[in-house]
T-cell receptor, first 112, second 113 residues
């Protein structure tokens, strides 16, 4: 079955790097995603990675995928207070429908 | 333009009321989604429309009734809701059912009294 796990909370200081981790169980996952949700807002698609890749970089964001261990991480370089939000890891599987299965979300708190 | 809009932003309704949530996108996307999100929880899929036809209903109670009048609009009609239905209702869209990029709206915060 599908299951996506994340740690619930991460606290960092402004300027540090943040690393948010996620594990998934379905080996037929095709795409893995990171969404950001600020308080009271919808979800913003930050980045995604296809399952045959092991790394993707986009400005301050680096996604690492270890397919053997079914482990996904999101590194945010030079973390800013505006990065404080909940970060959801999500996956889609190769079922013909791209329905998202979300993790429970990691709350990132960035202090000045 | 990757914008999905939702109205209203907030809604308070009694258990005997009938109300509707609206979602709109002008990206030419042919798949649209309704999600429900309770506080401190991830979004849960409710319905999926593809080319204006209902493709997925995740066993949602009939007091929630979706409607897709055209490819840009998605409604969620609400009737006889319960207080436990209070949540953030999120709409999303994607190019098609097999598309890997889903774009979310800001949500409607619903409170049932």
């Amino acid at each position: 079955g599908e299951d996506v796990e994340q740690s619930l909370f991460l606290s960092v200081r402004e300027g540090d790097s943040s690393v948010i981790n996620c594990t998934y169980t379905d080996s037929s996952s095709t795409y893995l995603y990171w969404y950001k949700q600020e308080p009271g807002a919808g979800l913003q698609l930050l980045t995604y990675i296809f399952s045959n890749m092991d790394m993707k970089q986009d400005q301050r964001l680096t996604v690492l995928l270890n397919k053997k261990d079914k482990h996904l991480s999101l590194r945010i370089a030079d973390t800013q207070t505006g990065d404080s939000a909940i970060y959801f890891c999500a996956e889609t599987v190769n079922s013909g429908y791209s329905t998202l299965t979300f993790g429970k979300g990691t709350m990132l708190l960035v202090s000045p | 333009d990757t914008e999905v809009t939702q109205t209203p932003k907030h809604l308070v309704m009694g258990m005997t009321n009938k109300k509707s949530l609206k979602c709109e996108q002008h990206m030419g996307h042919r798949a649209m989604y309704w999600y429900k999100q309770k506080a401190k929880k991830p979004p849960e899929l409710m319905f999926v429309y593809s080319y204006e036809k209902l493709s997925i209903n995740e066993s949602v109670p009939s007091r929630f009734s979706p409607e897709c009048p055209n490819s840009s609009l998605l409604n969620l009609h609400l009737h006889a809701l319960q207080p436990e239905d209070s949540a953030l209702y999120l709409c999303a869209s994607s190019q098609g059912l097999s598309s890997y990029e889903q774009y979310f709206g800001p949500g409607t915060r619903l409170t049932v009294t």
